[in-house]
């Protein structure tokens, strides 16, 4: 079975931009999440999707967004670009209560 | 406020000898545990977990401890092989309503066993 996949790996913008990444789960997986990793936060949850609606959102302004497709393919997008917002963004799915599978990340840098 | 806290930034063992990582979380709700691998370039990877009903869980050579009262819970490796080599992440959720989980992750610790 594939495991998660995400797109672009690697994208650079410049601030004020917006951007948009792309995640698709494991097939059969209806939940996905999204995370933040940074060097100075950590991993930090932004939200997770479940049946194309968001069910739990993490402590992000709201430049930050996503949605689901019906196919539980899963977009982020973030708005009005910071330098702040340069991290690694990873993107895990679940099916039911099973433990969250990641995929590689998609690495932004914001200049 | 750090919830989970992975206090040792790094590691160092022998090969075949015992790997001993620890991990502190502060909020009572957590009911769920979990360690995930981490090479760099690539996403974590899950490793072993561990309900609050549980006070061990095994897993081949892994093997996660947890103690509530202490709310604490370490992974022990055994034994240790090179390619263990990784930086580890502690990670709790608090599973809610409705099937919703959020993991909450400490800042990892970084591995290295050598041959």
């Known amino acids: 079975k594939a495991g998660v996949t995400q797109t672009p790996r690697y994208l650079i913008k410049t601030r004020g931009q917006q951007v948009t990444l792309s995640c698709s789960p494991i097939?059969?997986?209806?939940?996905v999440s999204w995370y933040q990793q940074t060097p100075g936060q950590g991993l930090q949850f932004l939200f997770e999707?479940?049946?194309?609606?968001?069910?739990n959102k993490g402590n992000f302004p709201g430049r930050f967004s996503g949605r689901q497709f019906s196919n539980s393919r899963s977009e982020m997008n973030v708005s009005t670009l910071e330098l702040g917002d340069s991290a690694l963004y990873l993107c895990?799915?679940?099916?039911?209560?099973?433990?969250?599978?990641f995929g590689p990340g998609t690495r932004l840098t914001v200049t | 406020d750090q919830q989970v806290k992975q206090n040792s930034p790094s590691l160092s063992v022998q090969e075949g000898r015992i790997s001993i990582l620890n991990c502190d979380y502060t909020?009572?709700?957590?009911?769920?545990f979990l360690w995930y691998k981490k090479y760099p370039a690539e996403g974590p990877t899950f490793l072993i977990s561990?309900?609050?009903?549980?006070d061990k869980n095994e897993d081949g050579r892994f093997t996660v401890f947890l103690n509530k009262s202490a709310k604490h819970l370490s992974l022990h490796i055994v034994p240790s092989q090179p390619g263990d080599s990784a930086v580890y992440f502690c990670?709790?959720?608090?599973?809610?309503?409705?099937?919703?989980?959020?993991?909450?992750f400490g800042k990892g610790m970084k591995l290295t066993v050598n041959p």
């Open positions: 895990a799915s679940r099916y039911e209560w099973d433990e969250q599978y």
């Open positions: 097939s059969g997986h209806r939940s």
């Open positions: 999707y479940f049946s194309e609606t968001q069910r």
């Open positions: 909020n009572s709700m957590f009911d769920y």
């Open positions: 561990i309900s609050s009903i549980k």
């Open positions: 990670a709790a959720s608090a599973r809610g309503q409705g099937g919703s989980e959020k993991l909450v």
